[in-house]
């Protein structure tokens, strides 16, 4: 996951708070930007949008026109943490500062280009590099988790029977049912890969099971009724573990889990049963 130190603007534009709101305009005309961070003694003191300036006087200085309270994020902030939080503050810009320093900025044209990239094109929900970013912030926020790992039962055989068009369609309506299962609060689901999708959730394992019950129940019957049927098998791991607080440490634990997981669904195929739990 790309960190806001990796894709921020540096050097930053800024404008002097003793400056005329006309000065302001101009400027970020001539450089075709829709705001300017408000900079004293190399203190991030504001902001001035272009909303600001149309509401205000031209003759007007700055310091009077500025947004004073001003959102900024860290540079070793995600793009997936900006993201949430221009979205939260339904803002276009987000100056980038250390200890009050403005050191970069980042626009929400910018961020979604690379959040972009932790979709999975073919189903529209997440791919793997997202659910290892959300599992590790999880553990790393002294969450415990379980991992769920789905895998559609002979896909291969499936595809040679009905075909790639129609295996595609399938994987869309596996993860259509997987959105319409999982509580956008505690639960969050990818495609991992292939054949395979992976849910964690903040949930208990108990609970957990009961949400993989209802999954594997809707994707028979579902896929039954569009004449492509399939079946999936599930592996489910966590629940009961301590983490300490280590980024490193906290990867190795969701690659761990979701291993784990793998193997379990892989056993359960064997044995055919539904789902397993380590």
């Known amino acids: 996951m790309l ?26 005309q001539e450089n075709n930007i829709g705001g300017l961070p408000v900079v004293e ?3 991030l003191s504001g902001i001035i949008t272009s909303r600001d300036i149309r509401l205000n006087h031209p003759n007007r200085i700055v310091a009077d026109a500025m947004t004073k309270k001003v959102v900024c994020c860290s540079p070793l902030d995600t793009t997936w943490d ?13 100056p980038v500062a250390e200890k009050e320093k403005i050191v970069g900025i980042v626009t929400k044209k910018n961020i979604i280009k690379y959040v972009s990239q932790l979709s999975d094109h073919l189903t529209g929900i997440y791919n793997s590099s997202f659910i290892y970013m959300i599992a590790t912030k999880l553990l790393e926020a002294g969450n415990e988790i379980s991992v769920i790992l789905l895998d559609i039962n ?19 309506i596996i ?18 890969g292939g054949d395979e999708f992976v849910v964690v959730t903040s949930k208990k394992t108990r609970q957990a099971e009961e ?5 594997i129940d809707n994707i028979a019957d579902h896929t039954i009724k569009t004449g492509f049927p399939v079946t999936v098998s599930a592996g489910i791991s966590g629940g009961k573990r301590k983490y300490n607080r280590n980024t490193v440490r906290q990867k190795n634990i969701v690659e761990n889990l979701i291993n784990k997981a793998s193997l379990a669904s892989t056993r359960a195929k064997s044995m055919g049963v539904k789902y397993l739990t380590v």
């Open 3 to 28: 960190e806001v130190k990796d894709i921020m603007t540096n050097p930053v534009l800024t404008i002097h708070p003793d400056k005329s709101v006309l000065f302001a305009a101009e400027y970020m």
């Open 41 to 43: 003694g190399n203190r």
């Open 82 to 94: 900006v993201a949430e939080l221009m979205k939260a503050n339904n803002i276009e810009r987000l």
């Open 154 to 172: 002979s896909f291969g055989e499936f595809n040679k029977k009905y075909g790639h068009v129609n295996g595609d369609n399938c994987l869309k």
């Open 175 to 192: 993860a259509g049912i997987l959105k319409e299962y999982v509580n956008d609060n505690n639960d969050y689901v990818c495609r991992y």
């Open 211 to 215: 949400l993989i019950i209802g999954i």
